[in-house]
């Protein structure tokens, strides 16, 4: 059954660059934030370094809990193959735009510089695997067109800026 270990394997990495989707989950003292995230966002950078892209989009409460130094889960699970899900215990630094670093992982995703809100450097502390069984079986089909389309609008009308920082989360949230 399941297992639990400290850094990624090579199993596990080919693993993570097999799936469409993902959850990341983060807590810091507020409520528990889950979020599924598509599009090509992630990147191994060694056995216990990932780095997520983080798009605009709706709320940045993962954002907050960065700030606040949460806790951060990631759960990738096998909705095609062998049933699988595999979780990642993470800390998490932010690399906010126009740093060096920032340009470093804009290159490794080929993305436009504009419609990136920030990186996610995620330090791994723990691994664990489970048999995922009860997961169904599903076929990805396409990634949906809509939140890029939305951005590409919003930078084409030079409004992007200006969404990303008005739809900042500051540490206190606002109505929570």
């Known amino acids: 059954m399941g297992k639990q270990y400290k850094v990624l394997t090579d199993k596990d990495i080919k693993f993570i660059k097999e799936q469409k989707i993902f959850y990341i989950a983060s807590s810091s003292g507020k409520e528990v934030n889950l979020s599924p995230k598509?599009?090509?966002?992630?990147?191994?950078?060694?056995?216990?370094?990932?780095?997520?892209?983080?798009?605009?989009?709706?709320?940045?409460?993962?954002?907050?809990?960065?700030?606040?130094?949460?806790?951060?889960?990631?759960?990738?699970?096998?909705?095609?193959?062998?049933?699988?899900?595999?979780?990642?215990f993470c800390k998490v630094k932010i690399v906010k735009e126009k740093s060096d670093d920032f340009y470093k992982y804009l290159e490794l995703f080929k993305e436009k510089e504009s419609l990136v809100r920030n990186f996610f450097v995620l330090s791994i502390y723990g691994v664990e695997t489970s048999c995922g069984d009860g997961i169904p079986h599903m076929e990805y089909k396409e990634d949906r067109p809509l939140l890029r389309k939305w951005m590409e609008k919003l930078d084409k009308?030079?409004?992007?800026?200006?969404?990303?920082?008005?739809?900042?989360?500051?540490?206190?949230?606002?109505?929570?």
């Open 38 to 88: 598509g599009y090509d966002t992630i990147r191994v950078l060694s056995d216990d370094t990932l780095i997520f892209l983080n798009y605009p989009g709706s709320g940045n409460r993962t954002y907050r809990d960065a700030l606040a130094d949460g806790e951060f889960t990631l759960v990738f699970n096998s909705y095609e193959k062998k049933p699988m899900i595999l979780r990642l």
């Open 157 to 176: 009308n030079d409004t992007l800026e200006t969404y990303k920082t008005d739809h900042f989360t500051p540490p206190n949230m606002k109505n929570i």
